[in-house]
Nanobody, 122 residues
Framework: QVQLVESGGGSVQAGGSLRLSCSASGYFYGRTCMGWFRRVPGTERERVAF???????SVADSVKGRFTISGDNANNILLLQMNSLNPEDTAMYYC????????????????WGQGTQVSVSS
């Protein structure tokens, strides 16, 4: 059974840091793309960052230089280090895995965790 379980959300003041973790079932980790998304109620979901099995990463312009995606390969955990947080980062953050990884490209992200809330106050 596919399982993605996020943790690490919380409330911080602007300028603070949080680290999100996603515990992933063994089949997915290292075999497909994994990413972090966020959603503010009433807005479109935004892809924050993703990592490919080869270790290459991509980060949205809105968080570039502040957020870092990485993996704890030994424990099948996906991480998102978030620094210099600002109120615009307030959202529900979701961990996701893509359907497949083929020809160096990620398939659609079809597997999702339940989300963890991040709230940043000014």
């Amino acid at each position: 059974q596919v399982q993605l379980v996020e943790s690490g959300g919380g409330s911080v003041q602007a300028g603070g840091s949080l680290r999100l973790s996603c515990s992933a079932s063994g089949y997915f980790y290292g075999r497909t793309c994994m990413g972090w998304f966020r959603r503010v109620p009433g807005t479109e979901r935004e892809r924050v960052a993703f990592i490919k099995p080869d270790g290459s990463t991509s980060v949205a312009d809105s968080v570039k230089g502040r957020f870092t995606i990485s993996g704890d390969n030994a424990n099948n955990i996906l991480l998102l280090q978030m620094n210099s947080l600002n109120p615009e980062d307030t959202a529900m953050y979701y961990c996701a895995a893509s359907e497949y990884y083929r020809n160096y490209a990620c398939g659609p992200f079809t597997y999702w965790g339940q989300g963890t809330q991040v709230s940043v106050s000014s």
